[in-house]
């Protein structure tokens, strides 16, 4: 499989429009994510240093270093989301003519769906931790790139949202009803969290006149 993240963004688009199946909307979530994240990190590299935003330079400096983890893991999801979905394609290809090969291609398609789950999850998860700091670089920020921030904000959103469809729609492929059920739970709470950034968010930026 083609590194994905390796790719210029005219190939990596051109490969999400392709009549390939993979990469997909996972794929493309786990991006969003990690373009928020980054433009979250160039705001506060754009306070940083300035005197008259002294006070935030402290808290600031410790968010972007987060921002550059969660990009970074963002990023590796990127290419893992791709790599979940062909393990299950190639689980239903496997020979299933014995019981024996019957049992064994059942359980590669259990453990290949429960990744296609997880990858997803981790995608919502990072995304989210980003989002839950986007009201503070809005709020502190440097003025000027506060429509920087809010952009951010909506990336890491829709990353979120479209992370947490891929988890849902796996679930019921997922046979262990305790390990979906933790899943969904995971997921509620995940957009619930973001839900409360994203309120803090745009009630920022309204005040900022970002959003109407």
Do not use: H
Request: charged content about 25%; hydrophobic content about 50%.
């Amino acid at each position: 499989m083609t590194d994905l993240v390796s790719l210029a963004v005219r190939d990596f688009s051109a490969a999400l429009a392709s009549d390939a199946p993979a990469p997909g909307g996972g794929s493309a979530a786990a991006a969003a994510g990690a373009m928020g994240a980054a433009l979250l990190g160039m705001v506060c590299r754009l306070t940083l240093g300035k005197e008259k935003y002294r006070e935030s330079w402290e808290e600031l400096e410790r968010v972007a270093s987060a921002m550059d983890a969660n990009r970074d893991t963002l990023l590796g999801l990127v290419d893992e989301d791709t790599r979940a979905y062909d393990a299950i394609v190639a689980a239903r290809k496997l020979p299933k003519e014995t019981a024996e090969e019957k049992a064994a291609r059942k359980k590669a398609i259990d453990e290949a769906t429960i990744l296609a789950t997880t990858v997803p999850m981790q995608t919502a998860f990072f995304s989210m931790e980003a989002l839950a700091k986007a009201p503070v670089v809005l709020e502190k920020g440097n003025p000027n790139c506060a429509s920087d921030a809010y952009v951010a904000a909506l990336l890491l959103s829709s990353a979120l949202e479209g992370a947490l469809a891929n988890v849902r729609i796996n679930l019921p492929g997922i046979s262990d009803a305790s390990l979906a059920e933790g899943f969904r739970n995971d997921a509620e709470l995940a957009a619930k969290k973001a839900a409360e950034a994203m309120e803090k968010v745009r009630a920022l930026a309204k005040a900022k006149e970002l959003a109407g």
